[in-house]
Protein backbone atom coordinates (compact mmCIF):
# COMPACT_ATOMS: atom_id res chain seq x y z
CA UNK A 1 0.00 0.00 0.00
CA UNK A 2 1.34 3.02 -0.82
CA UNK A 3 1.71 6.30 1.00
CA UNK A 4 -0.69 8.51 -1.35
CA UNK A 5 -3.21 5.46 -0.61
CA UNK A 6 -2.99 5.31 3.25
CA UNK A 7 -3.23 9.01 3.65
CA UNK A 8 -6.50 8.78 1.41
CA UNK A 9 -8.11 6.30 3.34
CA UNK A 10 -8.94 4.15 0.40
CA UNK A 11 -8.59 0.17 0.07
CA UNK A 12 -5.63 -0.73 -2.90
CA UNK A 13 -7.28 -2.29 -5.92
CA UNK A 14 -6.84 -6.01 -6.87
CA UNK A 15 -4.12 -4.34 -9.52
CA UNK A 16 -2.15 -3.24 -6.86
CA UNK A 17 -1.84 -6.08 -4.76
CA UNK A 18 -1.23 -8.70 -7.84
CA UNK A 19 1.37 -6.51 -8.37
CA UNK A 20 3.24 -6.07 -4.93
CA UNK A 21 2.73 -10.33 -4.33
CA UNK A 22 4.28 -10.47 -7.76
CA UNK A 23 7.72 -8.55 -6.93
CA UNK A 24 7.89 -10.41 -2.98
CA UNK A 25 7.53 -13.93 -4.98
CA UNK A 26 10.50 -12.62 -7.37
CA UNK A 27 12.02 -11.43 -4.45
CA UNK A 28 11.97 -14.42 -2.88
CA UNK A 29 13.38 -16.50 -5.69
CA UNK A 30 16.08 -14.48 -6.22
CA UNK A 31 17.21 -14.43 -2.40
CA UNK A 32 16.67 -18.24 -1.85
CA UNK A 33 18.08 -19.55 -5.72
CA UNK A 34 21.73 -20.07 -5.02
CA UNK A 35 24.40 -22.80 -6.93
CA UNK A 36 24.51 -26.20 -5.67
CA UNK A 37 27.82 -26.92 -4.33
CA UNK A 38 29.24 -30.82 -4.82
CA UNK A 39 31.81 -32.13 -2.60
CA UNK A 40 35.04 -33.64 -3.19
CA UNK A 41 36.01 -36.90 -2.46
CA UNK A 42 38.57 -35.71 0.03
CA UNK A 43 36.36 -32.88 2.02
CA UNK A 44 33.80 -36.27 1.98
CA UNK A 45 36.98 -38.21 3.77
CA UNK A 46 36.95 -35.51 5.87
CA UNK A 47 33.72 -35.35 7.42
CA UNK A 48 33.78 -39.07 7.92
CA UNK A 49 36.70 -39.01 10.27
CA UNK A 50 39.28 -41.21 6.97
CA UNK A 51 41.70 -38.11 6.03
CA UNK A 52 44.74 -39.53 7.47
CA UNK A 53 46.74 -39.51 5.00
CA UNK A 54 48.29 -42.55 2.78
CA UNK A 55 47.97 -45.40 4.13
CA UNK A 56 50.45 -48.92 2.48
CA UNK A 57 51.14 -46.59 0.07
CA UNK A 58 48.00 -45.30 -1.38
CA UNK A 59 45.19 -42.91 -0.47
CA UNK A 60 41.85 -45.00 0.47
CA UNK A 61 38.74 -43.41 -0.19
CA UNK A 62 36.06 -43.14 2.72
CA UNK A 63 33.90 -46.21 1.18
CA UNK A 64 36.73 -48.07 1.09
CA UNK A 65 37.75 -47.44 4.63
CA UNK A 66 34.22 -48.24 5.81
CA UNK A 67 34.23 -51.52 3.50
CA UNK A 68 37.45 -52.07 5.44
CA UNK A 69 37.22 -51.76 8.43
CA UNK A 70 33.90 -54.09 8.58
CA UNK A 71 35.83 -56.59 7.88
CA UNK A 72 37.29 -56.51 11.43
CA UNK A 73 34.51 -56.28 13.08
CA UNK A 74 33.81 -60.20 13.99
CA UNK A 75 32.16 -61.94 17.12
CA UNK A 76 33.27 -62.57 20.29
CA UNK A 77 34.41 -65.82 21.57
CA UNK A 78 33.72 -65.43 25.65
CA UNK A 79 35.63 -68.85 26.28
CA UNK A 80 38.73 -67.92 24.30
CA UNK A 81 39.57 -65.33 26.95
CA UNK A 82 39.24 -68.07 29.33
CA UNK A 83 41.31 -70.09 27.94
CA UNK A 84 44.13 -67.53 27.40
CA UNK A 85 43.71 -66.74 30.99
CA UNK A 86 44.42 -70.51 31.51
CA UNK A 87 47.27 -70.02 29.37
CA UNK A 88 48.96 -67.41 31.67
CA UNK A 89 48.66 -69.26 34.79
CA UNK A 90 50.24 -72.56 33.56
CA UNK A 91 53.12 -70.52 31.62
CA UNK A 92 53.80 -69.02 34.59
CA UNK A 93 54.44 -72.31 36.29
CA UNK A 94 56.11 -73.78 32.68
CA UNK A 95 58.79 -70.62 32.24
CA UNK A 96 60.03 -70.70 35.72
CA UNK A 97 60.98 -74.18 35.62
CA UNK A 98 62.28 -73.87 31.84
CA UNK A 99 64.21 -70.31 33.06
CA UNK A 100 64.96 -71.57 36.86
CA UNK A 101 64.25 -67.49 37.39
CA UNK A 102 61.31 -65.95 38.95
CA UNK A 103 58.73 -65.09 35.68
CA UNK A 104 56.11 -63.16 35.81
CA UNK A 105 53.23 -63.76 32.72
CA UNK A 106 50.74 -61.37 32.01
CA UNK A 107 48.24 -60.46 29.27
CA UNK A 108 47.89 -57.40 27.66
CA UNK A 109 44.69 -57.40 26.01
CA UNK A 110 42.50 -59.54 23.14
CA UNK A 111 41.63 -57.99 19.76
CA UNK A 112 40.40 -58.82 16.47
CA UNK A 113 42.06 -57.48 13.59
CA UNK A 114 42.96 -58.69 9.91
CA UNK A 115 45.99 -60.59 9.01
CA UNK A 116 47.23 -58.58 6.45
CA UNK A 117 47.21 -55.40 9.29
CA UNK A 118 48.68 -57.90 11.85
CA UNK A 119 51.52 -58.44 9.51
CA UNK A 120 52.55 -55.15 8.50
CA UNK A 121 52.35 -54.12 12.13
CA UNK A 122 55.50 -56.57 13.80
CA UNK A 123 58.03 -54.85 14.53
CA UNK A 124 61.17 -56.21 13.14
CA UNK A 125 63.54 -58.07 13.93
CA UNK A 126 61.56 -60.81 15.76
CA UNK A 127 60.94 -64.66 15.19
CA UNK A 128 57.64 -65.92 13.58
CA UNK A 129 57.05 -69.81 14.59
CA UNK A 130 54.05 -71.27 12.68
CA UNK A 131 52.08 -74.21 14.33
CA UNK A 132 49.87 -76.28 13.08
CA UNK A 133 46.32 -77.46 14.95
CA UNK A 134 46.60 -80.91 14.20
CA UNK A 135 42.87 -81.76 15.37
CA UNK A 136 41.17 -78.61 13.22
CA UNK A 137 44.14 -79.25 10.21
CA UNK A 138 45.06 -75.20 10.46
CA UNK A 139 47.52 -73.26 11.49
CA UNK A 140 48.52 -69.98 13.74
CA UNK A 141 50.70 -67.63 14.66
CA UNK A 142 53.70 -67.06 17.32
CA UNK A 143 55.78 -64.19 17.48
CA UNK A 144 58.58 -64.05 19.84
CA UNK A 145 60.31 -59.99 19.44
CA UNK A 146 63.50 -59.73 19.84
CA UNK A 147 63.56 -58.15 23.64
CA UNK A 148 62.23 -61.82 24.77
CA UNK A 149 64.63 -63.49 22.45
CA UNK A 150 67.82 -61.64 24.04
CA UNK A 151 66.41 -61.93 27.19
CA UNK A 152 66.09 -65.25 27.11
CA UNK A 153 69.46 -66.64 25.43
CA UNK A 154 70.84 -64.19 28.37
CA UNK A 155 68.89 -66.24 31.12
CA UNK A 156 68.99 -69.74 29.64
CA UNK A 157 73.21 -69.49 29.00
CA UNK A 158 73.50 -67.98 32.66
CA UNK A 159 73.43 -64.38 32.57
CA UNK A 160 73.93 -62.27 36.02
CA UNK A 161 70.11 -61.00 37.44
CA UNK A 162 69.65 -57.82 37.30
CA UNK A 163 70.85 -56.75 34.62
CA UNK A 164 69.52 -55.76 31.30
CA UNK A 165 69.48 -58.15 28.75
CA UNK A 166 72.37 -57.06 25.77
CA UNK A 167 70.55 -56.47 22.29
CA UNK A 168 73.08 -56.30 19.28
CA UNK A 169 70.92 -54.99 16.40
CA UNK A 170 71.23 -55.14 12.68
CA UNK A 171 72.74 -58.92 11.72
CA UNK A 172 70.80 -62.21 11.60
CA UNK A 173 69.71 -64.62 14.46
CA UNK A 174 72.43 -67.27 15.22
CA UNK A 175 71.72 -70.76 15.70
CA UNK A 176 72.14 -71.17 19.33
CA UNK A 177 69.85 -68.66 19.36
CA UNK A 178 67.40 -69.67 17.23
CA UNK A 179 67.40 -73.21 18.85
CA UNK A 180 66.82 -71.47 22.48
CA UNK A 181 63.94 -69.72 20.87
CA UNK A 182 62.72 -72.68 19.24
CA UNK A 183 62.68 -74.72 22.57
CA UNK A 184 61.01 -71.62 24.57
CA UNK A 185 57.57 -71.99 21.69
CA UNK A 186 57.94 -75.81 22.29
CA UNK A 187 57.10 -74.88 26.01
CA UNK A 188 54.59 -72.43 25.36
CA UNK A 189 52.62 -74.73 22.53
CA UNK A 190 52.66 -77.68 25.05
CA UNK A 191 51.14 -75.38 27.54
CA UNK A 192 48.62 -73.77 25.08
CA UNK A 193 47.12 -77.75 24.09
CA UNK A 194 46.96 -78.15 27.99
CA UNK A 195 44.49 -75.01 28.00
CA UNK A 196 42.56 -75.91 25.63
CA UNK A 197 41.78 -79.47 27.45
CA UNK A 198 38.97 -79.19 29.08
CA UNK A 199 36.95 -77.41 26.16
CA UNK A 200 38.33 -79.80 23.44
CA UNK A 201 41.57 -81.68 23.21
CA UNK A 202 43.94 -80.09 20.30
CA UNK A 203 47.85 -80.65 19.71
CA UNK A 204 49.64 -77.42 18.51
CA UNK A 205 52.75 -79.27 16.46
CA UNK A 206 55.67 -76.65 15.50
CA UNK A 207 56.20 -76.54 12.02
CA UNK A 208 59.10 -73.99 10.96
CA UNK A 209 60.44 -70.64 12.43
CA UNK A 210 60.72 -67.40 10.38
CA UNK A 211 62.16 -64.11 10.27
CA UNK A 212 60.45 -62.60 7.23
CA UNK A 213 56.52 -62.31 8.12
CA UNK A 214 56.45 -62.87 4.40
CA UNK A 215 57.43 -66.34 4.78
CA UNK A 216 54.62 -67.04 7.83
CA UNK A 217 51.33 -66.17 5.89
CA UNK A 218 49.38 -68.76 6.78
CA UNK A 219 46.03 -67.22 5.69
CA UNK A 220 44.56 -64.43 3.67
CA UNK A 221 45.49 -61.12 4.42
CA UNK A 222 41.55 -59.78 4.43
CA UNK A 223 41.13 -62.80 6.92
CA UNK A 224 39.96 -62.08 10.36
CA UNK A 225 42.31 -63.67 13.03
CA UNK A 226 42.38 -63.30 17.36
CA UNK A 227 45.38 -61.85 18.29
CA UNK A 228 46.15 -62.47 22.13
CA UNK A 229 49.53 -60.32 23.45
CA UNK A 230 50.97 -61.42 26.40
CA UNK A 231 53.74 -59.96 28.45
CA UNK A 232 56.69 -61.60 29.88
CA UNK A 233 58.61 -60.50 32.85
CA UNK A 234 61.93 -61.95 34.12
CA UNK A 235 62.83 -59.53 37.09
CA UNK A 236 64.84 -56.56 35.16
CA UNK A 237 64.43 -58.69 31.61
CA UNK A 238 61.51 -59.64 29.73
CA UNK A 239 59.65 -59.15 26.46
CA UNK A 240 56.24 -60.07 24.51
CA UNK A 241 55.00 -62.61 22.91
CA UNK A 242 52.42 -62.86 20.47
CA UNK A 243 49.67 -65.31 19.58
CA UNK A 244 47.79 -65.44 16.24
CA UNK A 245 44.87 -67.61 15.13
CA UNK A 246 42.65 -67.00 12.41
CA UNK A 247 38.56 -67.49 12.74
CA UNK A 248 39.04 -70.30 10.19
CA UNK A 249 41.38 -71.97 12.50
CA UNK A 250 38.95 -71.71 15.05
CA UNK A 251 35.98 -72.93 12.83
CA UNK A 252 35.74 -76.38 13.92
CA UNK A 253 35.11 -75.51 17.52
CA UNK A 254 33.14 -72.21 16.94
CA UNK A 255 30.14 -73.40 18.94
CA UNK A 256 32.12 -74.11 21.71
CA UNK A 257 34.10 -70.89 22.25
CA UNK A 258 30.57 -68.96 21.87
CA UNK A 259 29.73 -70.39 25.12
CA UNK A 260 29.45 -68.58 27.84
CA UNK A 261 30.41 -70.67 30.81
CA UNK A 262 31.75 -74.44 30.34
CA UNK A 263 29.46 -76.67 29.23
CA UNK A 264 26.59 -74.04 28.28
CA UNK A 265 23.83 -75.84 26.03
CA UNK A 266 22.65 -73.00 23.85
CA UNK A 267 18.74 -73.36 25.06
CA UNK A 268 19.15 -77.61 24.30
CA UNK A 269 17.15 -79.53 27.10
CA UNK A 270 18.87 -82.48 27.32
CA UNK A 271 16.28 -84.40 29.88
CA UNK A 272 13.66 -83.50 27.04
CA UNK A 273 15.80 -85.45 24.23
CA UNK A 274 16.09 -88.18 26.34
CA UNK A 275 12.58 -88.71 27.30
CA UNK A 276 11.39 -88.19 23.22
CA UNK A 277 14.24 -90.71 22.62
CA UNK A 278 12.69 -93.16 25.14
CA UNK A 279 9.04 -92.84 23.72
CA UNK A 280 9.84 -93.09 20.06
CA UNK A 281 10.94 -96.86 20.76
CA UNK A 282 7.22 -97.39 22.09
CA UNK A 283 5.63 -96.02 18.88
CA UNK A 284 3.65 -97.96 16.92
CA UNK A 285 3.76 -98.18 12.94
CA UNK A 286 2.57 -100.22 10.43
CA UNK A 287 3.97 -101.99 7.61
CA UNK A 288 2.95 -102.85 4.52
CA UNK A 289 3.95 -106.26 2.55
CA UNK A 290 4.14 -105.03 -1.01
CA UNK A 291 3.64 -107.93 -3.17
CA UNK A 292 3.50 -106.29 -6.73
CA UNK A 293 3.07 -102.60 -8.16
CA UNK A 294 0.99 -102.15 -11.76
CA UNK A 295 0.82 -99.08 -14.17
CA UNK A 296 -3.24 -99.25 -14.90
CA UNK A 297 -5.07 -96.47 -17.18
CA UNK A 298 -7.24 -94.40 -15.14
CA UNK A 299 -10.49 -95.91 -17.61
CA UNK A 300 -9.22 -99.11 -16.23
CA UNK A 301 -9.27 -98.44 -13.10
CA UNK A 302 -13.27 -96.97 -13.37
CA UNK A 303 -13.73 -100.18 -14.97
CA UNK A 304 -13.09 -102.04 -12.11
CA UNK A 305 -16.24 -104.23 -10.23
CA UNK A 306 -16.58 -106.45 -7.66
CA UNK A 307 -15.37 -110.12 -8.76
CA UNK A 308 -12.70 -108.07 -11.21
CA UNK A 309 -9.68 -109.95 -10.33
CA UNK A 310 -6.04 -108.25 -10.70
CA UNK A 311 -3.70 -110.62 -11.77
CA UNK A 312 0.04 -110.28 -9.55
CA UNK A 313 3.14 -110.81 -10.97
CA UNK A 314 4.76 -111.89 -8.03
CA UNK A 315 5.76 -116.05 -8.50
CA UNK A 316 5.59 -118.48 -5.02
CA UNK A 317 8.92 -117.69 -2.96
CA UNK A 318 9.57 -114.18 -4.93
CA UNK A 319 11.07 -111.45 -2.36
CA UNK A 320 8.61 -108.44 -1.87
CA UNK A 321 9.34 -105.28 -0.30
CA UNK A 322 8.27 -104.48 3.24
CA UNK A 323 7.46 -100.46 3.52
CA UNK A 324 6.83 -98.04 6.07
CA UNK A 325 4.90 -95.52 4.36
CA UNK A 326 6.98 -94.31 0.93
CA UNK A 327 9.96 -95.98 3.17
CA UNK A 328 11.58 -99.32 2.66
CA UNK A 329 12.74 -100.89 4.93
CA UNK A 330 13.25 -104.88 4.39
CA UNK A 331 12.92 -107.39 1.87
CA UNK A 332 11.25 -111.42 2.57
CA UNK A 333 9.49 -113.83 1.35
CA UNK A 334 5.66 -114.63 1.90
CA UNK A 335 4.85 -117.86 3.23
CA UNK A 336 2.44 -119.37 5.67
CA UNK A 337 2.51 -120.22 9.69
CA UNK A 338 -0.64 -121.79 11.31
CA UNK A 339 -2.56 -121.20 8.74
CA UNK A 340 -1.75 -117.46 8.99
CA UNK A 341 -0.25 -115.76 5.90
CA UNK A 342 3.59 -114.88 6.71
CA UNK A 343 6.82 -112.76 5.59
CA UNK A 344 10.16 -113.90 6.77
CA UNK A 345 12.44 -110.70 6.29
CA UNK A 346 15.51 -112.16 4.28
CA UNK A 347 17.69 -108.58 5.02
CA UNK A 348 17.17 -104.78 5.40
CA UNK A 349 17.27 -102.43 2.22
CA UNK A 350 20.08 -99.92 2.07
CA UNK A 351 18.70 -96.62 2.31
CA UNK A 352 19.94 -93.45 0.10
CA UNK A 353 22.06 -90.67 0.97
CA UNK A 354 20.39 -87.56 2.46
CA UNK A 355 20.97 -85.74 -0.83
CA UNK A 356 19.90 -88.69 -3.04
CA UNK A 357 16.09 -88.72 -1.28
Known amino acids: MSGSEAGSGQPPSDEDLAAAWGAETEAGETASVQPARVLNQAEIDS ?8 VDGEHRSGIQRII ?13 EIVFDRLVRIMSTSLRNFTSDNVEVGIDNILSLRFGDYLNSIPLPAMLAVFKAEEWDNYGLMVVDSAMIYSIVDVLLGGRRGTAAMRIEGRPYTTIERTLVERLIQVVLADL ?6 LCPVTFRFERLEVNPRF ?8 AAVLARLR ?7 GRLELLLPYATLEPVRELLLQQFMGEKFGRDSIWETHLAEELWNTDIDLDVVLDEQTMKLSDVMALQPGSRIVLNTLPGAMVQLR ?17 VAVRIE ?5 PPAGER
Do not use: H, Q
Not at 193 to 198: E, G, L
Not at 324 to 340: M, Q
Open 216 to 223: ATISRLSN
Open 193 to 198: SISFDP
Open 47 to 54: LLGFDDGP
Open 324 to 340: CGATTLFEGKVGRRKNR
Open 68 to 80: SSGLVSYERLPML
Open 347 to 351: GEVPR
Open 232 to 238: IDMEDRG
